[in-house]
């Protein structure tokens, strides 16, 4: 039962939905950060609401809900859900975006046309010489596109408007949500897991065709204090202790060309130190310690404490306190009692001649913060690309295939039970 039939309306619904100003806002108050989001919200409980998803809502906090109902009763298909999110980075504008299609592309770099500065190059692009022949979609270069992750909720809704319009899919009940703020990392503040109601779902947020991501990093945040002894500088001699002498012997006692977020990639972790705080008698440095094992964050800890007791016993009278607060934990714990989450995934793609490749993120995911809250929920890809910036794009091509992949998810998880 592969779809080979859809009526693709994806770029359409994307086209419209990358119009809509979207941003967040880290220093707002209110929630969601901006109220023009809850713009694009009601727009889309409309859409679903036209296409015959009867319960659609969007709930005080922005979060829009629907659901696609079963068509086969059977006991043990578990209740699936398709997660994306509305906003856009708050790094770059998104007011007055542009679409431009590029069609059959070349595979030479891009040049945007209302900014000729702004060139989406294929050396830093380097998908993008897969992409020949194909329809890529960018901004005109004044404004980021959106595709994060517009294009996660023109696919979901495609998907969602073939299932319906073809009762004779069979697949159990399919949940949709989209939600507001995840680029300023609150995007499942308010989410309730319990009315989503679903034992598993996926974020369709992810970038290279065929992406499954499955891990993330474990965080934890680190803050160390040095005590100095404070006293007029005038009669300071043989008495002062300067707490701001003690921090920066530690900081350049760090380990240099290793372990620090600008000499990392990929799988290594790091110790990163991004706030400083002192006088006299203390300084304060904050510390983001990261790795996707536990035990290495506990490597971290115990190393950061062996430097700091080191530059302390060179200077008398001084001392040293820290204090560790655990951020979030590597999703692949959770999703490891889960296998057949990513299995479905996996197969999925497979069924519709898609490499799958399993990735890990160097962050968090609110994908990582709902598997925490009970619900295991990888990210596959959308094929947004370059986000956060005006060089973002996408090739309708894999839009395409990731509605293919998101009706195969649903179809194989009512052939498994
Ligand atoms: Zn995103």
Known sequence: MIPSDITYTCVDRFLKYVRYDTQSSETSETYPSTLKQLVLGEELVKELLAMGLKDAEMDEFGYVMATIPATV????????????????????????????LHENYNGKDITLPADPTIVITVDDNPDLSGKIGETIITSDGTTLLGADNKSGIAEILDAAQHLITHPEIPHGVIRICITPDEEVGAGTKY?????????????????????????????????????????????AKGKMVNSIKIAAAFIDSLPKGRLSPETTANMEGYVHPYVLNGGIEETTVKFLLRSFEVTELRDQEALLRELAEKVVADFPKASMTYKVEESYRNMRFVLDEHPAVLEVARLAMERMGITPHFGSI?????????SYMGL?????????????????WISVQDMHKAVQTIIAIAIIWAERA
Not at 207 to 227: R, V, W
Not at 362 to 370: E, I, K, N, V
Not at 376 to 392: D, L, M, T, V, Y
């Open 73 to 100: 009763d059977r006991p043990g298909i578990p209740v699936v859900g398709f997660i994306a999110h509305m906003d856009t980075s708050p790094e770059v504008s998104g007011e007055n975006v542009k679409p431009v």
């Open 191 to 235: 989410f309730d897991v319990k009315k989503f109601g679903c034992q598993y779902a996926y974020t369709i947020d992810g970038e290279h065709l065929g992406s499954i991501e499955n891990e993330t990093f474990c965080a934890d945040s680190m803050t160390i204090t040095f005590k100095g002894v404070n006293i007029h500088p005038g009669f």
């Open 362 to 370: 160097r962050g968090g995911t609110d994908g990582a913060r709902l």
């Open 376 to 392: 295991p929920c990888p990210n596959i890809f959308a094929g947004e690309h370059s986000f956060h910036s005006k060089r973002e």
